[in-house]
């Protein structure tokens, strides 16, 4: 089964660390990008530069940014797979942002059954 590992950053959090400190969180996600079942991943641009899509009674309005304001933004993501869910959350663990945001682990449907 494909999880997709949703990482919630705090970017307040991260803008008041050190450079070293920034450095070491970085060597940690690398890490966690070379784990076996990794498939896939990406670092989002800042939630600022995102637009936001709708259909409403047929016509298409765009907004410019997130949906909403919240403390903490998606900030990328993890495609995994895995055997078990319990594989998946040690693995969310290991990201960083678990520490200061949140990593939401979520199965991908899969469209084959």
Do not use: C, H
């Amino acid at each position: 089964m494909q999880y997709l590992l949703l990482i919630y950053a705090n970017d307040t959090e991260w803008d008041s660390r050190s450079p070293e400190e920034q450095g070491a969180i970085l060597k940690e996600y690398q890490a966690v990008s070379a784990t076996a079942g990794v498939t896939g991943g990406a670092q989002l641009e800042p939630a600022a530069s995102a637009t936001t899509v709708r259909v409403q009674d047929g016509r298409t309005l765009v907004t410019d940014g997130p949906f909403v304001e919240a403390k903490e933004e998606l900030g990328g993501f993890y495609l995994f797979e895995a055997d078990n869910i319990d594989d998946a959350i040690e693995v969310a663990g290991r990201i960083p942002a678990a520490r200061t945001g949140a990593v939401e682990v979520r199965p991908l449907l899969d469209m084959a059954a």
